[in-house]
């Protein structure tokens, strides 16, 4: 996953009034900037520069151009000199693209000594801006506002994280993602419009019958499964009493069965040009285990997974994987599992049955296979391991009948006190922030999903700057958080979404 296949516009807004020789310098300064947006390290994509804007036709075709653009992710704009906003009205009522408005000023410094009209007429971002700021709030459109010196780094980080959210929303549009079955039976939060949320987000979401996926199974050769689980020996740590002599070792051959498993969802997938996809252990008819080790694996290489027929979190894993594109740390599905309730060190142990993504791993995973209580099929193989310490969030999307909510958790993943020998999973262990008891308060306050997406890469401002793309509600819980707070934050915002889109069922 490339994000420097996708480009950001880089527009810079003005008019005629200068002159052509101003006009000149404004181009000269903006290609400046956009070059050295395009070469920092903190933006994942091209930049790319666009002639200045001086009439509202330029500024409409340059909107539809970019509509049109398959490759290009959003734009960012700027008003090095004044742009009277009128020009803009009816190019932004029809851009469908993400923007970041950059209210920076070419020149760093006042030169206190030397300044004269000269200057002030060519660098006057600091009214030009404004009336840029006016349209986009006038017309009541969603966009990022960066503002500082563009050679800053908190500035090009701001750009970044942007950015990573453009491509992510770049990513949903026409985005396919495959249920196998349909719900766990009886789940609500699982549940959810998946007609609104092709109009609202872009993605399509169908069901297939697990059926199919098992021709694809069954079509797999012994061979072709018995080389895909060499590749597992050679990649994972092999549990002892798999090994030749070991007392589970004829479960080698459920290893076998998982790798073949995988191999027919890949197929399936790759055929179907999936960007992701969801099981439940309640629909399974001619599978010989849940799905574990393929999930797992999928989703190290960037596919959207969740369990229970949860399409909503499924589609988030898969957003959060290419905003982390490049970045450290890994992204998984995840899931609130058990609590450790000591006083003074409360933590939550995240989970699944067993699809957690590798790429969370701290160290070589563990290939194991064990019995699973539920869904009465053979043995599943998957990968156990622990998740390094350090920050990371969750995320998680619901369904409010008018609106969509995201929700986000900030964590800090610590060591496990002690091993966890008899635990057959991938586990991170987590401190909440503020605090356990105001974090889940809030988290449940909210309505939020045992589901989420985990990530140790994709930051709070990155799903910030997602839901703002997406037009959707969004709620953080983080060190600042206070419970009152938040509640009444709910309660506004059940007011702001009933007026803006009609109360919800
Ligand atoms: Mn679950």
């Known amino acids: 996953m490339n994000l420097k296949q996708l480009e950001a516009w880089f527009v810079t807004g003005s008019q005629h009034l200068y002159g052509p020789q101003t006009l000149k310098s404004v181009a000269a300064h903006s290609q400046e900037i956009a070059r050295a947006l395009n070469a920092s390290s903190a933006i994942p994509v091209k930049v790319v520069f666009k002639p200045v804007m001086t009439t509202p036709d330029a500024i409409t075709e340059l909107c539809q151009a970019a509509n049109n653009a398959r490759g290009c992710i959003g734009l960012v704009t700027w008003c090095h000199t004044f742009s009277p906003s009128k020009m803009w009205i009816n190019g932004l009522q029809q851009l469908r693209k993400p923007v970041a408005h950059l209210h920076t000023q070419y020149n760093r410094d006042i030169p206190w000594s030397t300044i004269d009209m000269d200057f002030m007429n060519m660098n006057q971002a600091a009214h030009g801006d404004r009336e840029h700021g006016f349209i986009w709030s006038r017309l009541r459109k969603n966009r990022k506002v960066v503002a500082g010196f563009w050679q800053e780094q908190t500035v090009q980080q701001k750009l970044g994280a942007w950015a990573r959210a453009a491509a992510a929303w770049a990513d949903w549009q026409g985005a396919r993602f495959c249920r196998f079955g349909d719900n766990m039976r009886e789940v609500a939060v699982t549940e959810g419009d998946k007609v609104a949320a092709q109009a609202r987000f872009g993605f399509s979401v169908n069901g297939h019958g697990v059926g199919d996926l098992v021709k694809l199974v069954n079509a797999v050769s012994d061979k072709e499964a018995g080389a895909l689980a060499k590749e597992y020996e050679a990649a994972y740590a092999i549990a002892a009493d798999l090994r030749p002599g070991g007392k589970r070792y004829k479960s080698v051959r459920e290893a076998a069965e998982a790798a073949r498993i995988e191999l027919g969802l890949r197929a399936f997938l790759a055929d179907g040009n999936f960007k992701g996809f969801t099981t439940t252990f309640e629909d399974l008819h001619g599978l010989a285990q849940l799905p574990g080790l393929a999930p797992q694996r999928l989703m190290a290489d960037n596919y959207g997974f969740a369990a229970e027929g ?11 994987k290419v905003m982390a594109a490049g970045l450290d740390g890994g992204t998984s599905f995840m899931e609130d599992y058990t609590y450790h309730l000591e006083p003074g060190n409360p933590l939550v142990l995240g989970a699944h049955m067993l699809e957690i993504c590798p790429s969370i791993a701290e160290g070589q995973p563990s290939l194991e296979v064990h019995p699973l209580g539920i869904g009465g099929k053979a043995d599943p193989a998957r990968l156990v391991f622990n998740t390094g310490a ?7 999307l619901m369904d409010f009948g008018n609106r969509f909510r995201l929700l986000v958790n900030e964590v800090e993943v ?5 091993p966890m020998p008899r635990l057959p999973v991938a586990r991170a262990v987590w401190k909440c922030q503020p605090n356990f008891a105001d974090a889940c308060a809030c988290w449940i306050y909210a309505g939020g999903a045992h589901h989420t997406g985990f990530s140790q890469a994709v930051t709070t401002e990155m799903l910030e700057d997602f839901a703002a793309i997406a037009d959707i509600e969004l709620l953080v819980i983080d060190a600042d958080t206070n419970v009152r707070q938040f509640k009444n934050e709910l309660r506004w915002n059940e007011t702001a979404y009933g007026l803006k889109s009609g109360w919800g069922s």
């Open 414 to 418: 610590v060591a496990p006190g002690c």
């Open 310 to 320: 949860d399409w909503k979190t499924a589609a988030l894993v898969r957003a959060m």
């Open 390 to 396: 350090g920050p990371a969030l969750n995320a998680a």
